[in-house]
C-alpha cells in the first residue's frame, strides 16, 4: 500500500497522559499536513510541513500540541497533558507541493480516534 | 469570516438518480476547490477538484461546478450507486496559502437500493 499511514488508528488514553501519533506520507511527498476531525464535522487545518519546515500553525494548535518532521518524510504529532476536548479524529495528509497541475492534491490517512477519558 | 458552508446537511436519493450536493464559500481569495467523500472511519477521499479560472469539470460519474459569481460549488453525481452512500464535504484553497485545506460541515448522502 502506498498510500498515506497513520499510526495507532486508535488510541484511548487517561486526562493528563501525553500522547503521540505518527504520520507516514506518500513517498516523495514534499508537504505534509495535520487536521483535526471532531463528530459531524469537517476537517480543520492544524499545521503543515514543506519537506522539514513547519510552515503554519493554527491557532487551534496550544502550546500542549507540538508537531516534528525531523527528516522531511514522517510526521509526529504530540499532545501533552490530554484534555477530554482533545478526543477527535486526528487525520495526515500530504500532497506533491511542487509546481504543476496536482500540487494541491491532498491525500489523506485514515486517521486516528483519540479517545480522553 | 473564512468558511466553507453546505446548505443541506443530509440526502437522501434513490438509487439511480442523480445527486446534487450543494456548497457555499465566502473567501473570494481561494483559487483551487475539491470535493472529497468520507466513508465511516475513513479519512477523506479525493473526488474532484476545480480551480478558479474554471466554472466546469467533469469526471467518471461527477461534475463540479463553481460559480464564482455567488461563490457557489456544487457536486453532481450520476447513477447515484449504494457506494456512494458517505458524507461530502467540499473544500477550498486560499491563494498561497501553503495549500492547506478549509472544509465545510458536510452533507451525508444516503442511496435507497
Known amino acids: 500500500d502506498t498510500g498515506v499511514s497513520q499510526d495507532p488508528r486508535h488510541k484511548i488514553t487517561k486526562r493528563g497522559q501525553n500522547v503521540t501519533f505518527r504520520c507516514d506520507p506518500i513517498?516523495?511527498?514534499?508537504?505534509l499536513y495535520w487536521y483535526r476531525q471532531t463528530l459531524g464535522q469537517g476537517p480543520e487545518f492544524l499545521t503543515y510541513f514543506q519537506n522539514e519546515a513547519q510552515l503554519e500553525k493554527s491557532r487551534l494548535l496550544s502550546d500542549r500540541f507540538s508537531a516534528e518532521r525531523p527528516k522531511g518524510s514522517f510526521s509526529t504529532l504530540e499532545i501533552q497533558r490530554t484534555e477530554q476536548g482533545d478526543s477527535a479524529m486526528y487525520l495526515c495528509?500530504?500532497?506533491?507541493?511542487?509546481?504543476?497541475?496536482?500540487?494541491?492534491?491532498?491525500?489523506f490517512g485514515p486517521g486516528t480516534r483519540l479517545t480522553v477519558l | 469570516g473564512e468558511s466553507v458552508g453546505l446548505h443541506l446537511p443530509t440526502l437522501s436519493v434513490q438509487e439511480g438518480d442523480n445527486s446534487i450536493i450543494n456548497c457555499a464559500y465566502s473567501?473570494?481569495?481561494?483559487?483551487?476547490f475539491i470535493w472529497y467523500k468520507q466513508e465511516s472511519g475513513k479519512g477523506p477521499q479525493f473526488i474532484i477538484d476545480?480551480?478558479?479560472?474554471?466554472d466546469k469539470r467533469q469526471g467518471q460519474r461527477v461534475t463540479v461546478l463553481l460559480n464564482k459569481t455567488v461563490k457557489h460549488l456544487s457536486l453532481q453525481i450520476a447513477a447515484t450507486q449504494p457506494g456512494d452512500s458517505a458524507v461530502y464535504f467540499c473544500?477550498?484553497?486560499?491563494?498561497?496559502?501553503?495549500?492547506?485545506?478549509?472544509f465545510g460541515q458536510g452533507t451525508e448522502l444516503s442511496v435507497k437500493p
Open positions: 473544500a477550498e484553497t486560499p491563494y498561497n496559502q501553503g495549500g492547506k485545506l478549509i
Open positions: 495528509a500530504s500532497s506533491p507541493g511542487t509546481s504543476g497541475k496536482h500540487d494541491n492534491e491532498q491525500f
Open positions: 513517498s516523495e511527498h514534499n508537504r
Open positions: 473567501n473570494s481569495a481561494s483559487d483551487y
Open positions: 476545480i480551480r478558479s479560472n474554471m
